[in-house]
């Protein structure tokens, strides 16, 4: 007999596991649980706004955290710790999607909490590198409205269903998305718009103090 002690259940989040599986089938791609800790799941990107509807109708999650985007593509630009001075390091191409994995450049996610007992979910799908649309989860969420503006923003990922999908932060004729990796964040001529209109955010924050 092996010394070794047994990994502690989670019989909380193993049953969150079983009802999304139960109501998603194959649309639940894949699982990643820190018994007593935390959970991740991967949805089909069809089943992204079903995703939501489980977690809050079947599973109690009455909270919405948040939902973003992530662009798991690696800067060509090189990252904000290298030295400028010195020459560009060899640098890792390979895209690596992080928990639960997945099969595009991006993602969207979203991270809802049950608060009677105490349990998180981050839920994630993919966006088609071919046309980056999910559907929206106003109809599941009303505060996920801002979250994908900004996600559109910043992204370019549109969301179906959104009634208003304009800019929040970046006037509206501003060319590009620079939360994307391939954004050239390092020209002048953006830095300076961005910059700008940093200042005039917090200058607005700071007269609402």
């Not at 798991?72 to 904000?80: E, K, N």
Request: some cysteine.
């Amino acid at each position: 007999m092996s010394d070794t002690p047994a990994l502690p259940g989670d019989a909380l989040r193993e049953g969150v596991i079983a009802t999304l599986r139960a109501e998603l089938g194959d649309a639940l791609l894949d699982v990643v649980l820190k018994p007593n800790d935390d959970l991740w799941v991967r949805v089909r990107t069809d089943a992204w706004r079903q995703a939501g509807m489980v977690l809050r109708d079947h599973l109690g999650c009455d909270y919405f955290c948040f939902l973003s985007a992530i662009d798991w593509m690696p800067s060509p630009f090189g990252r904000s710790e290298d030295d400028p001075s010195a020459p560009a390091p060899e640098r890792d191409t390979e895209i690596k999607q992080g928990y639960a994995g997945g099969d595009t450049r991006m993602q969207v996610f979203a991270r809802v909490t049950n608060i009677a007992k105490h349990f998180g979910v981050t839920v994630k799908a993919d966006v088609p590198d071919d046309s980056a649309v999910v559907d929206s989860w106003i109809p599941v969420f009303a505060g996920a409205n801002w979250h994908e503006r900004e996600a559109h923003e910043m992204f370019g990922i549109g969301f179906n269903g959104h009634p208003d999908l304009r800019n929040m932060y970046l006037p509206t004729d501003f060319e590009g998305h620079p939360l994307r990796k391939d954004f050239p964040l390092r020209s002048e001529e953006h830095t300076s718009e961005l910059q700008s209109h940093h200042d005039l955010v917090c200058r607005l924050l700071l007269e609402k103090k």
